[in-house]
């Protein structure tokens, strides 16, 4: 069964730091781009960051670079998601995810049950 | 960056109505489009990808047409288990960028 696992999320101060791990299982790992989606107490869902499967090529959101950083381990099987100066504004759940390719489009699937990063003090 | 406008935002419906959410987007995305089911609490799970594709294991009421700019999410008999909110997602270009949600009420 393919499932990815979040962890590392919590309660941190603004201003701080937090690291999110995403555990894969059930797929071969190093065969997928992996991604990051985020979404806000009773908000939207938003497209955080994409890596390719070697970590050659990494795509974020404009708003969050500079902040964030994604980076994987194949021999571990897992995907990571650096925060630093964090804000409030970026409280939210956050989800992993493996992108499919096929038809000349890409997508979502599956996702990770997320893991809830709040910033406050 | 590619505007993704969803709509309605709320429907209230009943079991066995048929339900149609649109999206469009700010520009042609081709067919690069999916839609996603979410439930409180849940994560959101795949229903329909590259704007007409059923995702393994999704059932056939759901349905996805469209290509450019404007598409559509077609549920053709609406069961208890869809009420949920849909979100579209563009792919054509990052940032991959969603709508903003249909929430499907009784």
């Known amino acids: 069964e393919v499932q990815l696992v979040e962890s590392g999320g919590g309660l941190v101060q603004p201003g701080g730091s937090l690291r999110l791990s995403c555990a894969a299982s059930?797929?071969?790992?190093?065969?997928?781009?992996m991604g990051w989606v985020r979404q806000a107490p009773g908000k939207g869902l938003e497209w955080v960051a994409n890596?390719?499967?070697?970590?050659?090529?990494?795509k974020f959101v404009d708003s969050l670079k500079g902040r964030f950083t994604i980076s994987r381990d194949n021999a571990k099987n897992s995907l990571y998601l650096q925060m630093n100066s964090l804000r409030a504004e970026d409280t939210a759940v956050y989800y992993c995810?493996?992108?499919?390719?096929?038809?000349?489009?890409?997508?979502?699937?599956?996702w990770g049950q997320g893991t809830l990063v709040a910033v406050s003090s | 960056d590619i505007q993704m406008t969803q709509s309605p935002s709320s429907l209230s419906a009943s079991v066995g109505d048929r339900v149609t959410i649109t999206c469009r987007a700010s520009?042609?995305?081709?067919?690069?489009l999916n839609w996603y089911q979410q439930k409180p609490g849940q994560a959101p799970k795949l229903l329909i990808y590259?704007?007409?594709s059923l995702q393994s294991g999704v059932p056939s009421r759901f349905s996805g047409s469209g290509s450019g700019t404007d598409f559509t999410l077609t549920i053709s008999s609406l069961q208890p288990e869809d009420f949920a909110t849909y979100y579209c997602?563009?792919?054509?270009?990052?940032?991959?960028?969603f709508g903003r949600g249909t929430k499907v009420e009784i």
């Open positions: 995810a493996r992108i499919q390719y096929g038809s000349g489009s890409f997508w979502f699937d599956p």
């Open positions: 059930g797929f071969t790992f190093s065969n997928y781009w």
């Open positions: 890596i390719k499967q070697d970590g050659s090529e990494k």
């Open positions: 520009q042609s995305i081709r067919s690069s």
């Open positions: 590259a704007a007409s």
């Open positions: 997602q563009q792919t054509y270009s990052t940032p991959w960028t």
